[in-house]
C-alpha cells in the first residue's frame, strides 16, 4: 500500500496536476457564484479538455470543477440573498441576514473553512468505510429512498417560521411546480394547459433565480431614490476568518453535519440540496438559541455549507466502488474516468490503486485550492455590496436573464423566471416563507419518482413501505418531526394569548 500512496503522490504533484486542478477550482468558483450558471456546466465545458491529459490530472480538473463550483454557490447566496447552486439555497436563510447585519467576511470566510472540512472529513469517511457504505447505500431501494426523501421534505417545519400551515402551503406549491410538464415514466402532459413550451417542464434553477432574485430586483427598483437613505453597514473589506474559538464551540455540529452530507451523498439519487436542508434543521433543532435562526446565527451558515462539501466525499463511495453516479455533476466525472480507463469497480482498486490514491490527493489539493482562492476573493466579493443597490439590480438581472437562458436555450424559461419572481415577491408580501417551494421542487421529483417505482416493484402493494425497517424508522421520524413542530406552534400561540389576557387584566 505505501508503494501506492508514493506513487500516487508522484501522479498528483506534477505541475500539470497542480495546474488542472486550480483551473477546475477557480472555474468552478465562478460558475459556481453566478446563478444559472452551475458548477454542472462548467463540468460539461471541462470534459472535453480532460480528454488530452493523463488520467489523475484530468480526473483533478473534473473534481476541482465539482469541488469549487459546490463551495462557490455560497457567495452569492451570501452577499445577494441569491443561491448560485440549489445546494446553497439553505446558506441563504441565515447567511444574506450576516451581511445584512455588516458579516459578510465573517459569513465568507466562514462558509470556506468548514466547506474545506466538510470535503476533508468525508474524504476520510469514504477512504476508511467506502466498502461499508457502499454496501448500505446499495441496500437502499426505492421505497427506502422515498422514506428518507419524505423525512426530508418534514424538514420543511423548520423553515416555515411561526406558520406550519404557511410553510406546508409553501411546500406544497412547490411539488405543484416540479409536476408541470411531461410525466418522465408514461410521456402523459401533466398541468400544461395545452401550452407545448410547458411540456418540457419548469427547471428548478430557473425557479431558484426566480425565487430569489426578481424579488430583490423588483425591490431595488421600487425605493424612492428622492427619499433619504438609512446608512447600511457595510462589511470590513478584507479577509476575515472565524476565531479558533468559534470553530472549537461548532467542531461537533461541523461532525455531525459532515456524516450527514457523506450518507446523503452516498445514496444514489440524493444529493447536496437535500442534504443542506436536513443540516440547516438539524442545527436548528439542537440550536440552544433557535429562535435567532433566519436572522445570521453563524450556525446556519456552518450546518448547511459544511454538509454540502460532504456530500463530494460521500458521491465518491458509490461513484468509484460501484460506478453509480449520484447526481447529473457526478456523471460526468464518471465519464470521464472510463474514458481513461478507470472502469469502476472491486477492480479498480486492485487494477489502479496508484491512480485512485491520486484521486484522493488530487480532492485534497482541489480543497486547498478553493481555500486559497476563496480566502483571496473575499477581499474583492464584499466590493458588491459597495454598489449602488439599483446599479446591482440591473447587473444580477442581465445575469439571470443570461443563466435563466443558458441552462436549456429556451426564452421561455426567462418568462417563466419572471413570473415564478413576481409570485414570489407577492408571497413573501404576504408573509409566506418561499425557501420551502425550493425544497418542494427539490424533493418532489426523487419523491414521486421512488414511490412509483416501488409501487411498481411490489406491483401496487403498499406493504413495500411497512416491511422494511429502514423505511418504518423513516416514516417515524418524519411524524415526530411535524407533531413536535405543531405542539411548539401550539404553546408559542397559548403563550402569546395569556400575554394577552395578563396585558388586558
Known sequence: MMEHFLDAFGLAFTPMSIAAIGLGSLVGLIFGSIPGLTFTVALALALPISFSLDAVPAIGLLLG??????????????????????????????????????????????????SVFGGIFSLVVMIVSVDLVSKVAIG??????????????????GLCGRSLTKGLISGVLGLMIMTIGLDLIEGVPRMTFGSVNLLQGVNLLVAMIGLFAIPFIIEAFSEDAHLPKTPKKMANVRPELPSFRLVFRNIWLMIRCSLIGTGIGAIPGTGGAIASFLAYDHAKRFSKKPETF?????????????????????????????????????????????????????????????????????????????????LLGIRLFVHVLRVPREILAVVVLVLCVIGAYSIRNSAFDIYSMAAIGVAAYVLVAVRIPITPIILGMVLGPTLENEFRTAMMLSEGKVDIFYTSPTVVVFFILAALVIGLQGLSELRAKSKTKQKVEVSDA
Open 294 to 374: 433566519g436572522k445570521g446565527n453563524i450556525e446556519g451558515v456552518i450546518a448547511p455549507e459544511t454538509a454540502n462539501n460532504a456530500v463530494t466525499g460521500g458521491t465518491l463511495i458509490p461513484l468509484l466502488s460501484l460506478g453509480i453516479p449520484g447526481d447529473p455533476a457526478t456523471a460526468i466525472v464518471l465519464a470521464g474516468l472510463m474514458i481513461h480507463g478507470l472502469v469502476p469497480g472491486p477492480a479498480l482498486f486492485m487494477n489502479h490503486a496508484s491512480e485512485v490514491y491520486g484521486i484522493y490527493i488530487a480532492v485534497v489539493l482541489a480543497y486547498m485550492w478553493v481555500l486559497g482562492l476563496q
Open 65 to 114: 470543477t465539482y469541488i469549487g463550483g459546490m463551495t462557490g454557490g455560497s457567495v452569492s447566496a451570501i452577499l445577494l440573498g441569491i443561491p448560485g447552486t440549489p445546494s446553497a439555497a439553505a446558506t441563504v436563510l441565515d447567511g444574506h441576514p450576516m451581511t445584512k447585519n455588516g458579516d459578510a467576511s465573517l459569513a465568507l470566510g466562514t462558509a470556506v473553512i468548514v
Open 140 to 157: 437502499f431501494g426505492p421505497a427506502e429512498i422515498f422514506a428518507l426523501v419524505l423525512f426530508g421534505f418534514s424538514t420543511i417545519c
